[in-house]
């Protein structure tokens, strides 16, 4: 039973930690969305649409953010052969995919009464596609085999290739000409937006971080009841093969 | 009343600002639905299995009840 030694471990502070991060989710959501909807001044130059950026923005930071965790534990699965990395690697990529759909689309929706297009092919927008596309084909080989860990093994290596689109995104704006405007948090020299803006991309993002946490142990938990039933059920078969050959 | 419908216009972005919320809540909602479903769907079935292997064991020293008796005959 120690190969369940790291799981056990993992439920047990999952367990602890679960009840907290719903609550921090729910609290923080909840005064970010009333912050962003109504106790935050509209924008000078973008009147009310400025409103999406409270959840465009701190989506496309959990796409990235998920990514990264998502090549890290990948990398920790193929060169430590840790069980559990892979389990959380897998549990991490749906949500990081829910996060990017959400940017792009809202990305879209802000596009088009500043810009006047909905999407344009330009290097940010493009690379953010691509980061979804990973997401995708991320999840369709890790379930593409019979042998659940050949599979995972491939959408590991391809989540490991795929971490060079993560510094295309944060500099595509700086790189190319674009649509997309800079960075204005997250830069040199401090952030450049006003703090009546700043309380609720915060606390969007806190709530969003907050959010993968309770999905990342729910699924975690679906993964390793998964495994085990594996072990179990392969352990009957060959019990019945043995009953069979005495 | 008349703040409300103001609230809701959004400046004239309603179209644009509420279809983004929207979305997102309905999108992280399914996500949450979703893996709340498969944890409890994956971990039932591990208890079921688990309350199974007790029977199995009993099986096993049903079976081994006949060997004397092929040993006598």
């Known amino acids: 039973m120690h190969r369940f030694a790291n799981p056990a471990r993992f439920m047990r502070i999952a367990a602890l930690v679960h009840p907290w991060a719903v609550g921090v989710a729910i609290l923080a959501l909840g005064a970010g969305l009333w912050f962003g909807l109504i106790g935050s001044p509209a924008d000078y130059q973008q009147g009310e649409s400025v409103r999406i950026m409270y959840i465009h923005v701190p989506a496309a930071w959990m796409g990235l953010f998920c990514y990264v965790s998502m090549a890290v534990c990948s990398a920790m699965a193929l060169i430590w052969k840790h069980p559990l990395a892979d389990l959380l690697a897998r549990a991490t990529a749906p949500v990081g995919a829910a996060f990017t759909f959400i940017c792009l689309v809202t990305g879209a929706l802000w596009g088009k009464p500043m810009w006047g297009t ?13 980061l979804l596309f990973l997401y995708l084909g991320y999840m369709a080989l890790a379930d593409a085999f019979d042998d659940p860990q050949r599979g995972q093994k491939a959408a590991a290596i391809l989540a490991l290739v795929g971490v ?37 991309l915060m606390l969007m993002a806190v709530g969003f971080h907050a959010f993968w946490l309770v999905v990342l142990i729910l699924r975690t938990r679906a993964e390793i ?21 005495a | 009343m008349e703040s409300l419908t103001s609230f809701l216009a959004m400046g004239g972005y309603g ?3 509420w279809p983004a919320y929207a979305l997102t809540v309905v ?5 949450v639905v979703a893996s709340i479903r498969a944890a409890r769907a994956r971990e039932a079935e591990l208890e079921q299995l688990q309350k199974m292997r007790p029977g199995r064991a009993r099986r096993r020293e049903a079976s081994a009840v006949p060997n004397p008796e092929k040993q006598a005959s």
């Open chain 1, 118 to 130: 909905w999407w344009v092919w330009d290097a940010r927008l493009t690379s953010m596609l691509i």
């Open chain 1, 164 to 200: 060079v689109n993560v510094p295309i995104i944060k500099y595509s704006v700086d790189w190319w000409n674009t649509l997309h405007q800079p960075a204005s948090v997250m830069k040199m020299g401090g952030p450049s937006i006003d703090k009546t803006m700043m309380v609720p």
């Open chain 2, 15 to 17: 179209g644009f600002v």
């Open chain 1, 225 to 245: 009841a998964a495994a085990k039933v594996r072990t179990l059920r392969m352990a009957q078969v060959h019990a019945a093969g043995q009953g069979e050959q």
């Open chain 2, 27 to 31: 999108v992280l909602a399914a996500v």
